[in-house]
């Protein structure tokens, strides 16, 4: 089984890259593919780590990009990216000092409404790497004033709630183009998880090459209904769990909980042959 949504601590995942690693061996993944919120840092450590310790698995290079579509949050993930493509890591590197600001201003919104988190404990949870609105729900529960991750965005930093702060412009059509442009493949993450399913067809249309049919969260019924969209419209099948560590979070994946198997995965190999 391949696992092709998984996130570390160069985002917002409680699990090192090397950790991740030696966790994904463990479970008997034939591969993982390690997919960050909108960064690239922990592919070169996890791969570096696999060849030295000759790790019995496939290690994936990808990212999980958060746009913005209508009112709608869409992920887009990218798969076989060239990682050290340049404007690939300069839109990234924008987009990572936009996500610092936002944090920023969270934070202080939070800290008006009388709940005293800091900064630099956000920071501190980040690992001084991206931050994400997840790193201010574990400080708002380190610091007592939720229970958990979800309660910290029911109550405060959901949108729409009192603590959210809106993230920069990134569009989906955006972020196939730079994945596209970075040689690898496209696909729509958890689309069960979008409320208009209308857009799907123009996540299509855009180009997008398949979307992650196994997820968690989805129902029988779901997946029956994308491996036909698939089928239809000639689009890779993929799979995964968003694992995000080993934290007690319901709306978290655990490692394989999803993925993807032998055969689809060979789907996805011959289509990257093909591309070169
Ligand atoms: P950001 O990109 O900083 O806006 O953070 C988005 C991330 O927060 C998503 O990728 C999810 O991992 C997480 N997230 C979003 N909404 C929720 C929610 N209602 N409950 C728990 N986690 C959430
Ligand atoms: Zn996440
Ligand atoms: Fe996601
Ligand atoms: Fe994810």
């Known amino acids: 089984m391949y696992d092709l949504h998984t996130h570390t601590t160069a985002s917002d995942g409680t699990l090192t890259p090397c950790e991740l690693a030696d966790a994904a061996v463990k479970s008997g ?3 993982i593919a390690i997919t960050d919120h909108d960064t ?7 791969l570096e ?3 030295q ?4 698995i496939e290690i994936i290079p990808g990212i999980e990009m958060n746009t913005e579509y209508g009112d709608e949050e869409v992920h887009i993930l990218g798969y076989f990216i060239n990682y050290h493509d340049s404007s690939l890591i300069n839109r990234l590197s924008e987009i990572k000092k936009a996500r610092y600001t936002r944090a920023r201003n969270m934070v202080t919104r939070l800290q008006k409404m009388g709940l005293s988190i800091d900064f630099a404990q956000v920071e501190r949870l980040a690992h001084g790497d991206l931050i994400a609105r997840p790193h201010i729900a574990r400080a708002l529960m380190e610091k007592g004033y939720v229970f958990s991750i979800k309660e910290a965005f029911n109550k405060y930093i959901d949108r729409g709630k009192p603590g959210y702060v809106p993230r920069y412009k990134f569009l989906p059509e955006e972020a196939i183009a730079l994945i596209q442009k970075a040689g690898g493949i496209s696909v729509l993450a958890h689309p069960g998880l979008i409320k208009n ?3 799907i067809t123009r996540f299509i249309n855009m180009g997008i090459d ?4 196994f997820y968690p969260e989805h129902s029988n019924r779901q997946i029956n ?3 036909l969209l698939c089928a239809r419209n000639n689009l890779l099948i993929t799979g995964g769990s968003d694992f995000h560590g080993l934290e007690k979070d319901k709306n978290k994946g655990k490692l394989g909980l999803a993925g993807l198997n032998y055969n689809d995965m060979q789907n996805i190999y011959k289509h990257m042959r093909r591309k070169k």
């Open 49 to 51: 780590y696999k060849k």
């Open 210 to 213: 398949g979307l992650e049919v």
């Open 225 to 227: 209904y994308y491996l």
């Open 53 to 56: 310790n000759n790790l019995p």
């Open 197 to 199: 399913q209308d857009c």
């Open 40 to 46: 690239v840092a922990g592919l070169d450590i996890a």
């Open 29 to 31: 993944l034939a591969g």
